[in-house]
């Protein structure tokens, strides 16, 4: 039997279900890029929102793939979420009550343009922002360059910028649009990858997105590993029921929220979520100590033959370094909220990575590192350099990263990133790959982390001991 309305009364008491009427429930949200961390994050949140107020359903589109609406639209968007923690617990999420592909291109447009839709959220990773190294919308990216020319939306910004046009044209009113993905600032960036497109196309409506849109910045926090056939198989003994995409994570989430809305604001603090007037100090220490510890792992590891998470927070040498890299190198770049303490936070985060329950994939946390680096490590180097403290540590998941492309390189294994052609014609080459601007911006021609970078690849060479340079 599988997951759908139908089958919920099936299942065991012991498996959380929607405590809500689906039926009532309106799409008042429209999220672009349902993966597995927004199933994981934002949807198990208004899930637990919609016994309050059943506006907020979740209409979720898809742009570049038909697998989660070919997996959840016979679920009738049902799908079970495994939490974690000593022992796994699950609860089947039913917040996502639409799904729609960039082939229902009418619907995707009416569904933004609705007066019933208060919010649109995204997470589409860092690359599908296609912003440049200063935070501007890259007009002269092919996929910009297509929109710019009046193509079909493909990207983002187009789905956005013709969604608000329509929006506009029906008199829909104004509408917040939130960013949940792992930028610096990311409803300021997000604001550029639409509010750029939209004067580039029609200036008109950048003016009405001026008057009509809101930004707000958010920091999601979440471990959530990729869905395998032992998830579906554990979720199928615990439940009973058949769920062609179930998602597992931690049983930590966090997610903080700038209060800035351009109109009704859902309410997600009754489902623990935080609203707050500046979200940079959680965001910087997130962003910055989990995600720039999580790729110097991910990197340091693959070069250690090592394969997650858990594993490489075995390895004492690397775990170690981590926690040197965070406490000396990262913590001091931060301006933490006044209620956060950094030690504490910096504990737990090393905490969560150890999980024995969580085989967290060190290659999946290596993707796209192109796009992930200059928020992760290169900001915090900057930082660093600006105040004179050194970075010969921050230079190591640098290197590392610079000698995990040689790994792919060698091994002919696909590089994920956005720039991988450029990636892998620089591959061995550090002064090309330093002087790709944007990734490193003007650290590329900072001497003294250039030197640094030099000392960590040599260190790091195939057949060095490679425990040496966690320095
Ligand atoms: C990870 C993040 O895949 C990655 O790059 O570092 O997805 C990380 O698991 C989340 O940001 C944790 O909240």
């Known amino acids: 039997m599988r997951l759908s309305n139908a089958t919920l009364a099936d299942l065991p008491a012991a498996v959380a279900r929607p405590a809500y009427d689906r039926s009532a429930v309106t799409p008042g949200i429209v999220h672009i890029g349902p993966g597995a961390f ?172 001026d008057d009509n849109v809101r930004f707000p910045s958010t920091m999601v926090d979440s471990i959530t590993p990729a869905t395998d056939d032992a998830l579906r198989a554990s979720v199928r003994a615990a439940t009973g029921l058949d769920d062609a995409w179930p998602i597992q994570r931690e049983a930590f989430t966090q997610w903080v929220i700038e209060d800035d809305f351009a109109a009704d604001r859902p309410p997600l603090d009754l489902a623990g979520a935080q609203f707050t007037r500046d979200v940079r100090g959680f965001e910087n220490a997130k962003l910055r100590l989990l995600n720039g510890a999580h790729s110097t792992l991910a990197y340091v590891g693959l070069l250690m033959g090592l394969t997650t998470v858990r594993d490489a927070m075995a390895c004492a040498p690397l775990a170690a370094f981590a926690g040197r890299l965070m406490r000396e190198d990262i913590a001091p770049s931060i301006q933490p909220p006044a209620e956060m303490d950094l030690s504490a936070y910096i504990a737990d985060v090393l905490a969560r990575f150890a999980n024995p329950a969580i085989a967290h994939q060190l290659a999946q946390i290596a993707w796209d590192g192109s796009q992930k680096l200059p928020y992760r490590l290169c900001d915090t180097i900057r930082d660093a350099r600006a105040a004179g403290r050194p970075v010969d540590r921050l230079a190591v998941p640098i290197a590392a990263w610079f000698r995990f492309l040689e790994l792919r390189q060698r091994s002919g294994e696909q590089l994920v990133d956005p720039r991988a052609y450029a990636l892998l014609a620089r591959a061995g080459n550090v002064a090309a790959l330093l002087a790709m601007g944007e990734v490193f911006g003007d650290l590329g021609a900072d001497a003294v982390f250039v030197a640094a970078v030099d000392r960590a690849y040599a260190a790091l060479a195939p057949g060095e001991d490679l425990a040496a340079a966690l320095v």
């Open 38 to 209: 927004h199933r994981a994050h934002q949807a198990a949140y208004v899930d637990a929102i919609l016994t309050h107020d059943p506006r907020w359903g979740i209409s979720a589109v898809a742009l570049n793939s038909t697998g989660v609406a070919d997996a959840l639209a016979p679920q009738d968007g049902l799908y079970t979420l495994a939490l974690l923690g000593q022992a796994t617990e699950h609860r089947v999420i039913g917040s996502i009550v639409e799904l729609l592909t960039a082939q229902r291109r009418d619907a995707i447009l009416s569904r933004i343009a609705a007066p019933v839709t208060r919010l649109i959220t995204t997470t589409v990773t860092e690359k599908g922002y296609y912003l440049d190294a200063s935070g501007a919308l890259d007009l002269d990216h092919p996929a910009i360059v297509r929109e710019l020319i009046g193509a079909e939306p493909s990207t983002l910004s187009g789905w956005l910028v013709a969604g608000l046009a329509a929006r506009r044209a029906a008199g829909g009113g104004a509408i917040t649009l939130m960013a949940c993905d792992n930028l610096a600032e990311n409803g300021q960036r997000f604001r550029r990858s639409v509010r750029d497109l939209a004067a580039a196309r029609d200036p008109d409506l950048a003016g009405w997105i």
